[in-house]
């Protein structure tokens, strides 16, 4: 982001900050906005399965040897990198939300060369590079990702953690290998639902000839285009070692996001900016509108506003528990699903198994129910709350009749932003985000158990296909449900969270579109009680000079 560009808005958000601190509003949001703005950037995770070649390309566009690219699944977390006048690594843990820092601690670049941070105690290492390029592309963060088919929990955190606040995803892929798994391919699924932009690098493309090279880019455009649905998706060509080190595709892939990056802060940005400026203007239009009025009628004005208000709130809460109500069926829609779905895969579970293929059969029953949770939450979930927040429109209609609900208003224009298509979009991906980190560790658990099950059926003088019938059994009659209600268990919680957090968003709103007004009705009152107070002063004042003068006068007649 340009630095002139940068002043402008933080000029225009000073301005407002100023003009509300003049009325005695509550700034405490538009100065949290201010710091948070300074921070922007366009947050691009590149993923790809283990060893394609992401730290590579990442080390050849820097031209040096930063990143390590022999790193163990259990050494693997994110590493975040922007540009910035003085180089610093920092480690990073969040707390389970992925929000809230708990720690830091500053790292040697040969501590970043070794990679050897364990996933249990850091969630993140920060790069901030002084880079020639980089400074090229300022506004934008490169977050170098965990690998698919390395630890599954472990890129399910990683992915979850990233897809609420990514504004695209960079996708890597072998030239040697251009055959997208089921894993990726789901991925790729759940980012066009979300209308992620997606690139695509083809890694090592030296190491193939021509034609090959193109096979691949072709068989990439054609999954990409009829197994996802994804068409016209940007596709380059990249290598990272040997005699020819390409990455221009890879710059020119940072270089559009960087171009983009302006419209997607000036976006953010005026957002906010209307918001605060259209709770200014509630005050300063009841202000004025009111000036004239008695001080009785500003009561009985401030005592309607906070009636229409408790009135609000009781029509908001009937809603909620209304749309609360309904969540159990939800859930038990989703619960049914999963057990459907793993029932049907007991068979080839057993198989996997059979083969001491137990971190496949995991990946595989976690994918299952990751896959079941988002169909369940998109096909039954997602229409009931944008239902829910449909009626909560109207019940603002109904009760706050001041307070306008088009576009063209001003005050209104915040409040209305709240009912947008993009509410229900982020609430899911939240919701997603959510479950995805806290379902992997008790199915992991429970399926503990059933490996030691299948182990010892198998590791018995049982015939194979009776172990297996046997362990098919076993896994729908006690393992399936356990699994379907833990997971069902997270997602009940995970809604009840998510919407205590939009419902929360919509009071606070409301609450502080209303205080505004009584905020103007409070300072005209006190204006007026203040005049009143200084013409009864001053009407005292002349009634004492009055006396005087009556007396003197009275005085001068003797």
Excluded at 2 to 18: H, P, R
Aim: proline share 3%; net charge negative.
């Amino acid at each position: 982001m340009e630095i002139q560009e940068m002043e402008k808005y933080e000029n225009q958000l000073d301005s407002l900050k100023s003009m509300m601190e003049k009325y005695e509003l509550d700034t405490e949001d538009i100065s949290a906005y201010e710091e948070e703005m300074k921070d922007f950037h366009v947050t691009t995770p590149m993923v790809g399965r283990f060893s394609t070649g992401k730290s590579s390309l990442i080390n050849a566009l820097l031209g040096r040897k930063l990143l390590s690219v022999d790193t163990r699944p259990e050494t693997s977390i994110p590493t975040e990198i922007t540009y910035g006048p003085e180089e610093k690594a920092v480690l990073v843990k969040k707390d389970e939300s992925g929000r809230k820092i708990l720690r830091t601690r500053e790292v040697t670049w040969d501590e970043v060369h070794e990679g050897n941070f364990r996933v249990d105690e850091w969630s993140v290492l920060q790069l901030t590079l002084h880079d020639e390029f980089l400074k090229t592309v300022p506004s934008v963060r490169i977050v170098d990702m965990p690998g698919f088919g390395t630890n599954i929990a472990l890129h399910n955190k990683a992915i979850n953690e990233y897809l609420p606040e990514s504004k695209a995803y960079i996708l890597t892929f072998e030239a040697r290998n251009s055959t997208m798994e089921k894993d990726t391919m789901d991925f790729l699924k759940e980012l066009k639902s979300f209308n992620m932009p997606v690139y695509v690098l083809v890694t090592k493309s030296q190491a193939v000839m021509k034609e090959e090279l193109d096979q691949c880019v072709d068989s990439l455009k054609r999954q990409l285009t009829k197994g996802i649905g994804m068409s016209g998706v940007s596709i380059y060509c990249t290598n990272a070692k040997g005699k020819i080190i390409n990455v221009e595709g890879f710059k020119t892939v940072l270089e559009k996001l960087e171009a983009q990056s302006r419209e997607l802060f000036k976006k953010e940005v005026t957002a906010k900016e209307r918001n605060y400026a259209g709770l200014l203007k509630q005050y300063i239009t009841t202000a004025v509108n009111k000036a004239d009025c008695s001080v009785s009628d500003l009561e009985a004005e401030k005592e309607k506003k906070q009636k229409n208000l408790e009135e609000l709130k009781t029509k908001l809460a009937k809603e909620r528990a209304d749309f609360q109500s309904r969540i159990p069926s939800c859930i038990q829609s989703i619960n049914s699903d999963v057990r459907i779905a793993l029932e049907n895969f007991a068979p080839e579970f057993a198989e996997l198994m059979a083969d001491n293929r137990q971190e496949n059969a995991r990946a595989r029953v976690n994918s299952i129910v990751s896959e079941k949770i988002k169909a369940g939450l998109k096909n039954t979930f997602e229409p009931e709350v944008a239902s829910y927040l449909d009626r909560v429109k109207d019940a603002v209609h109904v009760a706050l009749p001041d307070i306008r609900m088009d576009t063209g208003s001003t005050a209104g224009s915040a409040f209305t932003a709240l009912f947008s298509e993009k509410v229900v979009e982020k609430g899911i991906v939240s919701i997603l985000a959510m479950i995805g980190l806290k379902i992997p560790n008790p199915i992991v658990q429970i399926l503990a158990g059933v490996a030691a099950l299948v182990i010892s059926l198998f590791g018995k003088s049982n015939a194979r296909e009776e172990a297996k019938a046997k362990a098919v059994q076993q896994f729908r009659q006690e393992y399936v449900p356990r699994i379907a209600d833990e997971a069902a268990g997270i997602v009940e919680k995970t809604i009840h969270e998510q919407m205590e957090s939009i419902d929360h968003a919509i009071t606070k709103e409301i609450e502080a579109q209303v205080q505004s007004e009584q905020k103007a009705l409070d300072d005209l009152i006190a204006k007026v009680n203040e005049e009143k107070a200084k013409k009864e002063a001053y009407l005292a004042e002349l009634h004492e000079d009055q006396e005087k003068v009556d007396k003197i006068l009275a005085e001068g007649e003797m």
